[in-house]
C-alpha cells in the first residue's frame, strides 16, 4: 500500500500567548496569580501573551506544573506558531525576488538542463536559489556582484549579471568533477609550451588532453556555453589556494579566438594575484593586466622574433600561412587571426585556414 503524506502550512498564526490568556479565563485566573505561581514576572507575561517573548522549555515546564496542561503542548504550539511567522516573512522576500528572476535566463538554463522549471514561479525561484547555492537573492547580492572582476573587450552588448554569474555557477560546478593536482606553478607554466600543439587537434581529441594535463598542474579546464545577456568568452579565477580554473564559452566558434583566448588566461594564472577573478568578454577594469595577459597569449602562441620574421617577409598567402604554421607548430588559423589582430591581412582574407567550432549536445 502507497502512503500519500499530506502537508498543511496553515497561512495564519496565532501566538501561544493568545491560548495562554484563554486557559487563563478559564480558571479566572489573574495574570499576577499566574505571575506568582510560577515565578514569571508579569512583564515577561505580557511579552508572551502579545507574541513578542517566545514559551522556553522551562517556561512550558511551569506552565505545566500550574495548568497542568503538558509540556510538549506548549513548546508545539509555539514551534508552529514561530514557524508560521518565518514562512510568511520568506515568501513576502521571495515576492521580491521575483523582480530579480526576471533578470536570470531561467528557460536557456532549463533548455540546457541545468535546472528544471516548474510552472509555479514561487517554485523555479527555489530552484535558480538552489543552483547558485544561495539561501536568498540578498545572498546572490553579496556573492557576485562584488567579485574583483577584470574585463578584456569594451562592452558593446547590454550585459546583465545574473546572466553571467549563471554561466560562471555552472563553470565552477563543473569543475568540481574535474580532480586536480596542487598547484604547480613552473610546471604549468612548463606544460604550456607543449599544449601549442593541440591547436591542431579536434576538439574531440584536444578537450580531452588539454583538462587532464592542466588538471596535472592544479588548472580545471572547463568548457560552458555562454548564455544569452553575458557577452563572455572566458573567466579564471581561484576556487582554492592550490586549484584554479580557466572557464571558456567558445563566443567566436573559431580555434583563433579559443585558444587565445586559453593562453590569455592562463596569463593572468601566472602573472596575476589569487584574489582577483578576470571575466573576458565586457568592460574591462584593469587594462594594465588585461593587456599583460594578451601579450602572454601572443608570445605563447607565436614566439614575438618568428611572427616578426614572417611579417617581415610580407608574404600572407594561405600558402605561406600554412608553412608558417606547421614551422612552429601551431594551427593556421592562430597565424591569421593574429595578422588579423593586428590589421596585417584583411578581415576577410584567409578565413578558410580557420578552424570553427560548434557546440553539441
Known amino acids: 500500500m502507497v502512503k500519500v503524506k499530506n502537508e498543511f502550512h496553515p497561512d495564519y498564526a496565532v501566538p501561544p500567548g493568545e491560548i495562554l490568556e484563554y486557559e487563563l479565563e478559564l480558571r479566572a485566573m489573574s495574570q499576577k496569580e499566574l505571575s506568582d505561581r510560577t515565578g514569571i514576572t508579569s512583564k515577561h507575561l505580557i511579552s508572551i501573551i502579545k507574541g513578542d517573548s517566545a514559551i522556553t522549555p522551562q517556561t512550558a515546564i511551569k506552565l505545566e506544573r500550574v495548568l497542568g496542561m503538558p509540556v ?57 536559489l538552489k543552483f547558485f547555492g544561495i539561501a536568498s537573492v540578498a545572498q546572490w547580492d553579496d556573492i557576485w556582484p562584488n567579485l574583483a572582476v577584470a574585463y578584456r573587450q569594451h562592452q558593446k552588448h547590454e550585459v546583465f549579471p545574473e546572466a553571467v554569474s549563471a554561466w560562471l555557477r555552472k563553470g565552477e560546478l563543473e569543475s568540481h568533477k574535474i580532480q586536480c593536482n596542487k598547484f604547480d606553478k613552473s610546471g604549468f607554466k612548463a606544460l604550456l609550451s607543449d599544449l601549442r600543439e593541440l591547436t591542431t587537434k579536434t576538439p574531440e581529441n584536444f578537450v580531452p588532453e588539454l583538462q587532464q594535463r592542466c588538471a596535472n598542474f592544479g588548472v580545471a579546464v572547463v568548457f560552458v556555453p555562454a548564455l544569452p545577456k553575458t557577452s563572455v568568452s572566458g573567466a579564471t579565477r581561484w576556487l582554492t589556494k592550490d586549484k584554479a580554473l580557466i572557464q571558456l564559452s567558445l563566443r567566436y ?108 549536445g
Open 72 to 128: 510538549d503542548y506548549w513548546l508545539n504550539l509555539e514551534s508552529q506558531y514561530r514557524e508560521i511567522l518565518a514562512r510568511k516573512s520568506e515568501q513576502k522576500q521571495l515576492e521580491r525576488d521575483l523582480e530579480w528572476l526576471k533578470r536570470v535566463p531561467v528557460n536557456e538554463m532549463a533548455k540546457r538542463g541545468w535546472i528544471d522549471k516548474p510552472k509555479d514561479k514561487m517554485a523555479v525561484l527555489d530552484r535558480v
Open 253 to 360: 566558434k573559431s580555434n583563433d579566438h579559443l585558444w587565445f583566448t586559453f593562453f590569455h588566461e592562463a596569463g593572468h594564472i601566472l602573472l596575476h594575484g589569487k584574489k582577483e577573478m578576470f571575466l573576458e568578454g565586457t568592460n574591462g577594469l584593469d587594462g594594465k593586466k588585461e593587456e599583460e595577459a594578451d601579450k602572454f597569449a601572443e608570445e605563447m602562441l607565436i614566439p614575438r622574433a618568428e611572427f616578426n620574421a614572417f611579417v617581415k617577409a610580407r608574404n600572407f598567402y594561405a600558402d605561406d600561412i600554412r608553412r608558417f604554421a606547421d614551422a612552429i607548430g601551431i594551427a593556421p588559423g592562430i597565424v591569421v587571426g593574429q595578422l588579423q589582430h593586428k590589421k596585417l591581412l584583411p578581415q576577410n582574407f584567409c578565413n578558410e585556414l580557420k578552424q570553427r567550432y560548434e557546440w553539441r
